[in-house]
């Protein structure tokens, strides 16, 4: 009789709320271009918005600010507008409206847009991240882990494995600032990360072993590009993950219980 | 591993006043309803305006004629209510001060089959509840287990550890006579073993809600099929049968909370069953419109009288009718349903970390009946899912969409 409060848009504006130290440090050092990347990026990713409500009906989400957030940090510098509008608009349209909407989509529409920019014009060159910028990605996991919205075990799961894989002598130190970044904007989103308890640390850790593999056997790709990477396929992955931790619960309820 | 699963869980805040001292108080006006939405083919057994004992049968059903449903008071025949096909929508009984129980013949010998009876005569059989489905067993079942729940979580629930105490003989002998209708375990469930409880499964049971319904102790101690039905009962409900057992009359009462924010005292009442939610509220609402809710906050339902198997009443204050929102966001809302939902901390918790919420809520949502039942919803009824319905906010209506997988579900096991 009673409801409670856990819809769609609370979640988003706790997931903004997480991110807003981030966003504020990045604003700091970025100065007024990053300013205007940023409302670039919200003017184009809310009238995709606006035109699928208008077309299909669907309720506009300030989930689109999220991405436009994590595209305006991390997009590769110097693109222009006609390129930037683009990308913005396959990974909008294309990463989350045609699946109706966020909470429906398979990858981060943030994601498929950096993916995007970076198979289509690779020639440009990759954002540097300020430590400062980093360091707030700290606070965002806190805040976004402790309300609830952001998944303990993605975030567990891929500072366990990236822990693990640093011990073991993988070159991966010149990696960690664009890899946290990318793991708190993008991998731990609740909606495209895996949902099953297991699942999530499996998630978490395959996001990590990707960015090993990549620190490895990836020569002269930046950070930014090879997080992002590692981020497009650790999304893809997650049903899979969800599927096969699934699968071992069943399993194990059919040996307890017997069928 | 254990320990964490038994602890998760949320803690919904339902405010109410504080409580005063607990008391006897049996409405004026009693009332028998069917369980749930089903629909109850009765005979009747009595006219309108006659007398009835208390313990005395009323009706009995068209289908099992040996279970009666009995007068839960002394009382006259009010009103008898019954749709064509004489579907039982209520028979209203009024109290009567002066009148007699009826005693029933004990059983000589420990044959299940005379217990049975007796159960079903004294209408002790229609407080059974069944999983799957949740319906009250047929006269023959016999179920793979039993569950009896000595705990309860729902906001401002009645204490089970109340009725218990003082009654532990009754509840030993109630249990001894529960453990000779089952081949399989009879499980206990409470925060910590019953002493002086021998041959029982104690399922330890955790603080938070949903950890204390039937739904999400069987569905991790002992999953329900529907050739493996599992049944449960209240430990108040086990007392009484132990009361049965040595006295030969049934007590009808029951204990209950009467909370909510439209109260101005917070009350717990031992009363009839079936009773007047308006007599067991009386002179305790704030002024000003509210709803009579059968159940808890969480799962109940508004209603005149006590459901069966409910042992809460919750009052809440009338909200105002909302202002109609504008023809455009409310085409573009009512378009996107369901509503996607978003797997958050509040889920995972809200399914008492016995099943996966999410997966779960998918395949109800998708009307994908073979990978609910795979995933346990046969264990589970509406009320193991409110806490759910709470957290997503209502939309989209797991308790619903678990309510019509059930339906589905058990035509096509009756067919």
Same mark, same amino acid.
């Given at each position: ?156 799961? /891929?500072? @366990? =494995?990236?822990?693990? +894989?640093? !011990? *073991?002598?993988?070159?991966?130190? %010149? #990696? &960690?600032? $664009? ?51 590692? /981020?497009? @396929? =650790?999304?893809?992955? +997650?049903? !899979? *993950?969800?599927?096969?931790?699934? %699968? #071992? &619960?069943? $399993? ?8 | ?300 339902h508004p209603a005149r009288w006590l459901a069966p198997w409910h042992r809460q009443v919750t009052v809440l204050p ?98």
């Open positions: 009789m009673i409801r409670g409060l856990w819809d769609r848009e609370t979640v988003a504006l706790l997931l903004l709320a997480a991110l807003l130290p981030m966003a504020l440090t990045w604003l700091w050092f970025g100065g007024v271009a990053a300013l205007g990347r940023l409302a670039l990026a919200l003017v184009i990713s809310g009238g995709w918005h606006l035109i699928f409500m208008l077309a299909r009906a669907q309720p506009p989400s300030l989930s689109g600010a999220l991405a436009a957030l994590a595209v305006a940090m991390l997009a590769p510098e110097d693109l222009g507008l006609v390129r930037l509008v683009l990308g913005i608009s396959f990974g909008a349209v294309f990463g989350e409206l045609v699946f109706g909407g966020w909470g429906r989509n398979v990858v981060h529409p943030a994601t498929v847009t950096l993916a995007f920019l970076g198979f289509g014009f690779p020639a440009f060159p990759w954002p540097d991240l300020d430590l400062p910028v980093v360091w707030a990605a700290l606070p965002a996991a806190l805040i976004g882990v402790a309300t609830g919205v952001m998944p303990l075990g993605v975030i567990g799961g /891929a500072v @366990l =494995a990236g822990g693990l +894989a640093l !011990a *073991l002598g993988v070159p991966g130190v %010149a #990696l &960690w600032p $664009a890899a946290a970044v990318v793991l708190v904007l993008m991998v731990a989103d609740p909606v495209t990360s895996a949902h099953t308890a297991l699942g999530r640390w499996l998630n978490g850790a395959l996001y990590a072993g990707l960015l090993a593999l990549f620190a490895l056997h990836w020569a002269d790709a930046a950070p930014v590009q090879m997080a992002v990477a590692a /981020a497009l @396929l =650790a999304a893809l992955a +997650a049903p !899979a *993950l969800d599927e096969a931790a699934l %699968a #071992l &619960w069943s $399993a194990r309820r059919r040996t307890r219980h017997g069928f | 591993m254990g320990f964490l699963v038994r602890n998760t869980g949320l803690a919904p805040v339902v405010p109410t006043p504080p409580a005063v001292a607990d008391m006897v108080r049996p409405t004026e006006e009693a009332a028998l309803t069917p369980p749930g939405r089903a629909d109850l083919r009765v005979e009747m057994l009595v006219e309108e305006g006659a007398p009835v004992a208390e313990g005395a049968p009323v009706a009995r059903l068209r289908e099992a004629p040996e279970v009666v449903l009995v007068a839960p008071m002394p009382a006259r025949v009010g009103r008898i209510a019954l749709r064509p096909g004489r579907k039982l929508t209520e028979i209203v009984l009024f109290r009567e001060a002066a009148g007699d129980s009826v005693t029933h013949a004990l059983p000589e010998t420990g044959e299940p089959g005379a217990l049975r009876a007796l159960m079903q005569v004294s209408g002790l059989w229609t407080r059974l509840r069944q999983r799957p489905f949740g319906v009250w067993p047929g006269p023959g079942d016999r179920p793979a287990a039993i569950a009896v729940m000595a705990a309860d979580t729902r906001p401002h629930a009645p204490d089970p550890g109340a009725a218990l105490a003082g009654a532990e003989e009754d509840f030993a002998r109630g249990c001894h006579a529960l453990a000779g209708l089952t081949d399989g375990p009879l499980l206990v469930c409470a925060p910590a073993p019953v002493p002086g409880l021998t041959g029982v499964r104690h399922v330890p049971v955790g603080p938070r809600h949903p950890q204390g319904l039937a739904g999400i102790c069987l569905h991790r101690s002992f999953p329900a099929r529907p050739e493996h039905p599992v049944w449960d009962i209240a430990a108040e409900d086990v007392v009484h049968l132990g009361r049965l057992l040595a006295t030969g009359s049934l007590p009808q009462t029951r204990r209950v909370t009467v909370s909510g924010a439209a109260l101005t005292e917070t009350r717990t009442v031992v009363c009839q069953i079936g009773a007047d939610l308006r007599g067991l509220t009386y002179g305790a609402t704030r002024p000003g419109p509210h709803r009579l809710i059968s159940g808890s906050a969480l799962d109940g009338e909200a105002a009718p909302a202002k109609a929102p504008h023809w455009f966001l409310s085409a573009l809302t009512s378009s996107a349903r369901p509503r996607p939902v978003i797997p958050t901390a509040a889920l995972d918790q809200s399914g008492g970390g016995a099943l996966p919420v999410m997966a779960l809520l998918r395949a109800l949502s998708v009307g994908d009946d073979e990978t609910a039942v795979a995933l346990g919803a046969l264990s589970l009824l509406e009320e193991d899912l409110a806490l759910l319905d709470y957290a997503v906010g209502g939309a989209p209506a797991p308790g619903a969409l678990l309510r019509a997988c059930l339906d589905r579900v058990a035509e096509e096991a009756g067919a």
